[in-house]
Structures are given as structure tokens and as C-alpha cells.
């Protein structure tokens, strides 16, 4: 038999690039989730994490440029394994049944591609509503010491103050726990970073790890409904035609 022959867009190289891609999402995960807690801090905490941020200049739209040619390509190799698995189906199936205990398969391993597809969803409308709403040409200003900076805080509590946004964003936050349980181990597997010592306690820690960050994550929606002071200005939700 000859043996599988490795290409730039081989089963192999899409394992390995959804799991490189899976792990630089996951750091990203933590970095954001980071700078969000900042939001406990209050106010003038929050608008001073996201001041610093932007006065990186051009490093900023570099920065999300990588980070959207990461996620594009995680996106397009995580698919294209999904779809190859798919059409192997009778393969992977007999496979399974050969397996034995502790098996790793599990709702999150086998609903991959749907919170994945949800994430994907919720990711471009967070951006768009955030990253590209209203600024301080919408009135959206705010006194920084001896600057005025845009008050991206007062649309977050805009935001927030609504329940339907909040119980969107939580199920959305739950999605993302069930979605990394599976994607650390995965991510870890495919890179071939485990041997069958460490299976176990790669999989504890990736449980650990979504428990984590979709409590963190959940946290922030569920503090400023409850506790952050109200805006005096009206909503603005909808980004800038």
C-alpha cells in the first residue's frame, strides 16, 4: 500500500491548519475576554481600555486583518474536514463502534459545525454592531482626562439594557462553552501534541477552559443589566450607513 502523500490542502493539512487557526482563536478568546472584564471597572475603565487599544494606529487594521485571515481560514479548512468526514461517514461510523472506553465523542464534538455556524453568525453581527457602530461623529464622546475619546461604553449599556440582546448574547455564550470544550482537545489532537497519557487530562482541561471563558463572557451582559447606571441618551444599536 502506498502511504498518504502530504500536500498543502491534503486531509492532513487541513487538520493541522484547523487546529493551528483553532488554537491563535482561542488566545484571542482570552485577550478579548480580558480587556471586556474591564468593563466591572466601570466607565471611564472600560473607555480607557478601548483609548489604548485604538491609539496603536495602523497596527489596529493590520491587526484585525490577521485576525480575519485567521478566522476565514478556520472557517473554510474546519468545513472542509467537515464535509470530508461527512462523505467518509460509513468509515468513521465503523470506527467509532471499534472504540473503546472512555470514547471522546460527545454533543460538542458531533455539533461542531452548528455552533460553529452560529459563531460565525454572531461574531459578524457583534463586529458590525461594536466595532463599526456609532462613534463620536454620532455623539457617542466622552471627556478621557484632557481628551475626548469615543464612548464605546454608553452603547454597550445601551445594548445590554435590552433583554432580548442579553438572552441573545448568553445562548450565544453557552454555544461558545460547548464549541471550545471539544476545539482545545481537538485543536490539541491534530496537532499530535498528545500521547495517550495525557488524552484524559488534555480533555479535563479543555472542559475547564469553556467553563471559563463562557463564564467570563457571561458574566458581562448579565452586570450591566443588573447593575450598570443607564444612559441618559437614546439607543443607538444599528452601525453607520
Known amino acids: ?11 492532513i493539512a487541513k487538520k493541522l491548519l484547523t487546529g493551528l487557526t483553532g488554537l491563535g ?7 478579548h475576554l480580558a480587556g471586556n472584564l474591564t468593563l466591572l471597572g466601570g466607565k471611564d475603565a472600560f473607555n480607557a481600555y478601548t483609548h ?6 495602523i ?14 481560514a478556520h472557517v473554510v479548512s ?17 470506527l467509532m463502534q471499534s472504540k473503546g472506553a472512555p ?16 459563531l ?37 449599556v445601551e445594548v445590554f439594557k435590552q433583554p432580548p440582546f442579553v438572552l ?10 460547548v464549541h471550545l470544550r471539544h476545539g482545545f482537545w481537538s485543536a490539541l489532537q491534530s496537532l499530535g501534541a498528545l500521547n495517550p497519557r495525557l488524552r484524559g487530562l488534555a480533555y479535563s482541561a479543555g472542559v475547564v477552559f469553556a467553563l471559563a471563558m463562557a463564564f467570563g463572557f457571561l458574566v458581562l451582559p448579565i452586570y450591566v443589566y443588573l447593575f450598570a447606571p443607564a444612559p441618559g441618551a437614546g439607543l443607538a444599536l444599528a452601525p453607520r450607513p
Open 25 to 31: 482563536l482561542m488566545a484571542f478568546v482570552v485577550l
Open 103 to 118: 470514547s471522546r465523542q460527545s454533543l460538542s464534538s458531533r455539533s461542531m459545525i452548528v455552533t460553529g455556524t452560529v
Open 78 to 94: 474546519a468545513i472542509s474536514v467537515w464535509v470530508h468526514n461527512r462523505g467518509a461517514r460509513t468509515a468513521r461510523n465503523a
Open 120 to 156: 460565525l453568525i454572531f461574531t459578524t453581527l457583534h463586529v458590525l454592531q461594536f466595532r463599526f457602530g456609532p462613534a463620536e461623529a454620532d455623539g457617542y464622546v466622552v471627556a478621557l482626562g484632557d481628551e475626548r475619546v469615543r464612548d464605546l461604553h454608553r452603547l454597550v
Open 1 to 11: 500500500m502506498r502511504p498518504a502523500q502530504f500536500h498543502w490542502w491534503s486531509s
Open 168 to 177: 441573545a448574547y448568553v445562548a450565544v455564550m453557552l454555544l461558545l462553552g
Open 59 to 72: 497596527l489596529v487594521p493590520l491587526a484585525e486583518l490577521g485576525l480575519l485571515a485567521v478566522f476565514a
Open 52 to 57: 489604548k487599544l485604538h491609539a496603536f494606529g
